[in-house]
C-alpha cells in the first residue's frame, strides 16, 4: 500500500534553516509528483509547492520563492523540503502528499503524517 | 491567487441529514477541483477530485457538483463520523489554493 513517512518534530530558532523528509513507498517513486501544504495551529492549509520525483524539476508558491528548496534522493525514494530563514509564522504542521497523477495534476491522494516545525526564541 | 470562499463556515445538523457546502472560486477554474475532509488530528483525504469525481473507497453518500464558479459537497445522510472540517482546493492556477473550510458538527 501507498505510505508517506515524515521525519520527526523540529524546533528551530528564528532565522534557522529546517529541512524535512517524506519517505515514499509502495508505488513507483517516478511516477507522481510530491506536494507540500502546510497548517499553521488551528489555520486553514496552505499548498507551498511541488517536486517531480523523476526529473527534480519544482513549482513553488509565490510566497516561499527564494526560501524554499525541494529536492529528492530517488535511490533512497525520498523527498526532502528544506525552507530556510525561519519566523515564528512558519511554524506549522508541514506534510507531503502525491498526487493523482495523470496529465494535469487533480488532487492529492495520499498524505505524510505531518510533521511539526515549531519556531521559537 | 484565485481566492476560494467557503460557506458555510460551520454548521450543526443531526445524524440523517442532508447538508450541502459551497466553496465558490474568484474565478473561473473549470473542474479543477477537489475536496477534502480533515478529521481532528489526522491529514487531509480526499473525498472528490475533478469537482464531481468520487475517490475510490469513499462513502456514497458524499458527492459533489459544479456551476459556473460555484462548487458543493453534499453529505445525503449525515453520519456521525463526518464530523470534520472540510476543505476545498483549486488546481487550474498556481499557487493551488485552498479554501477557509467548513467545520460540519453533529448535533
Known amino acids: 500500500q501507498v505510505q508517506l513517512v515524515q521525519s520527526g518534530a523540529e524546533v528551530k530558532k528564528p532565522g534557522a534553516s529546517v529541512k524535512v523528509s517524506c519517505k515514499a513507498s509502495g508505488y513507483t517513486f517516478t511516477s507522481y509528483y510530491i506536494h507540500w501544504v502546510r497548517q499553521a495551529p488551528g489555520q486553514e492549509l496552505e499548498w507551498m509547492g511541488w517536486?517531480?520525483?523523476?526529473?527534480?524539476?519544482?513549482h513553488f508558491a509565490q510566497r516561499f520563492h527564494g526560501r524554499v528548496t525541494m529536492t529528492r534522493d530517488t535511490s533512497l525514494t525520498t523527498v526532502y523540503m528544506e525552507l530556510s530563514r525561519l519566523t515564528s509564522d512558519d511554524t506549522a504542521l508541514y506534510y507531503c502528499?502525491?498526487?493523482?497523477?495523470?496529465?494535469?495534476?487533480?488532487?492529492?491522494?495520499?498524505w505524510g503524517q505531518g510533521t511539526l516545525v515549531t519556531v521559537s526564541s | 491567487a484565485i481566492q476560494l470562499t467557503q460557506s458555510p463556515s460551520s454548521l450543526s445538523a443531526s445524524v440523517g441529514d442532508r447538508i450541502t457546502l459551497t466553496c465558490r472560486a474568484s474565478q473561473g477554474i473549470n473542474s479543477a477541483l477537489a475536496w477534502y475532509q480533515q478529521k481532528p488530528g489526522q491529514a487531509p483525504k480526499l473525498l472528490i477530485y475533478d469537482a464531481s469525481s468520487m475517490e475510490s473507497g469513499v462513502p456514497s453518500r458524499f458527492s459533489g457538483s459544479r456551476s459556473g464558479t460555484d462548487f458543493t459537497l453534499t453529505i445525503s445522510s449525515l453520519q456521525p463520523e463526518d464530523l470534520a472540517i472540510y476543505y476545498c482546493q483549486q488546481f487550474n492556477t498556481y499557487p493551488f489554493t485552498f479554501g477557509p473550510g467548513s467545520k460540519v458538527d453533529i448535533k
Open positions: 502528499a502525491r498526487d493523482k497523477g495523470g496529465v494535469a495534476t487533480s488532487a492529492l491522494v495520499y
Open positions: 517536486i517531480n520525483p523523476n526529473s527534480g524539476a519544482t
